[in-house]
Nanobody, 116 residues
Framework: QVQLVESGGGLVQFGGSLRLSCAAS????????MGWYRQAPGKQRELVAV???????NYADSVKGRFTIFGDVVKNAAHLQMNSLKPEDTAVYYC??????????WGQGTQVTVSS
């Protein structure tokens, strides 16, 4: 069974930066896509960023130009560099992975809080 372990969340001031990391283990041949979703209180979970084994990336419009996803999906590691953070970025961020798309496997979530 694939396990995703996240790290790097925390509290940061408006305009600050954080980096999230996600590492996969177990059954890793079943992954060629990694990324993050986030969920703020009272809101639906939304896709933030995706990276494929071919290094193609995709971002939510709300984070384009501020967030960068990078890593080596073949080696089952992905990172999310978050710059110019805003209070509206406050959420629980979930690493997700799968074959062809996200959603097959999920991490436990890590809290990101941006103070104004």
């Amino acid at each position: 069974q694939v396990q995703l372990v996240e790290s790097g969340g925390g509290l940061v001031q408006f305009g600050g930066s954080l980096r999230l990391s996600c590492a996969a283990s177990g059954g890793i041949f079943r992954i060629n896509t990694m990324g993050w979703y986030r969920q703020a209180p009272g809101k639906q979970r939304e896709l933030v960023a995706v990276i494929t084994s071919g290094s193609r990336t995709n971002y939510a419009d709300s984070v384009k130009g501020r967030f960068t996803i990078f890593g080596d999906v073949v080696k089952n590691a992905a990172h999310l560099q978050m710059n110019s953070l805003k209070p509206e970025d406050t959420a629980v961020y979930y690493c997700s992975a799968g074959w062809g798309s996200l959603g097959d496997f999920w991490g436990q979530g890590t809290q990101v809080t941006v103070s104004s």
